[in-house]
């Protein structure tokens, strides 16, 4: 097996395991009555993406996100013949979990779908300006387009847990396509899912646009 058909399978596996983490702590905070709690789901969002990134980074830069992959290509730090095999290496492993938690808990209705609690426009923006943080740190903490050391998964996974803990009440604190798509499509709620697909990665290349500017 070729090192790149590794780097797949590692997004696969890391986007899988992120929105099974992820959404079924939402998916268990709903059906156990509340005992995870809301900072309860936080934490679990941004340790196993820092245990993502500790596991996968070397391998494959632990990207689990089409958004941080379009920019790492934006910001010329990425081969493009990897970025829609990786793009779907992401979008395959976010459904494969939303359909294994359908299949544990078939009696929950949104599966941990990211939908806006109040206004879409409110929710895109709160989205735009999340996903921009979260690739400044990425950018900045990254080498190359790996997302590796001891820094990196400390830096991003600890800002994951900030946007899920203030932002999660509103948006949903998405700021990754491939997160929000596994849900949507098994659910079958799409009405929002062009928000979270739009926005994180607008957010994200208006990061780098930012990124190139105090780098120079």
Not at 194 to 206: C, D, H, K, R
Request: glycine share 10%.
């Amino acid at each position: 097996m070729t090192t790149r058909h590794k780097a797949f399978i590692a997004e696969f596996i890391g986007t899988f395991a992120l929105v099974f983490c992820g959404t079924g702590a939402i998916v268990i905070n709903d059906l156990s009555n509340g005992t995870i709690g809301h900072a309860g789901i936080a934490i679990v969002f941004g340790a196993i993406v820092m245990a993502i990134i500790y596991c996968f980074g070397e391998l494959s830069g632990a990207h689990i996100n089409p958004a941080v992959t379009l920019s790492f290509w934006l910001a010329k730090r990425f081969d493009k013949s990897l970025v829609l095999p990786y793009i779907v290496s992401q979008l395959a492993g976010a459904l494969f979990a939303s359909l294994t938690l359908m299949f544990l808990f078939p009696t929950h209705e949104l599966l941990g779908a990211t939908l806006p609690t109040f206004e879409p426009t409110q929710s895109f923006v709160l989205e735009l300006i999340m996903s921009y943080i979260l690739m400044l740190v990425i950018i900045q903490v990254s080498s190359g387009s790996k997302e590796t050391g001891t820094m990196a998964g400390m830096a991003i996974g600890g800002v994951v847990l900030l946007e899920a803990m203030f932002g999660g009440p509103i948006s949903g604190a998405s700021m990754n396509p491939a997160r929000s798509f596994g849900p949507a499509i098994a659910s079958g709620h799409l009405e929002h899912l062009w928000l979270y697909l739009l926005a994180p990665i607008l957010g994200m290349f208006l990061s780098i646009f930012t990124w190139r500017l105090i780098k120079t």
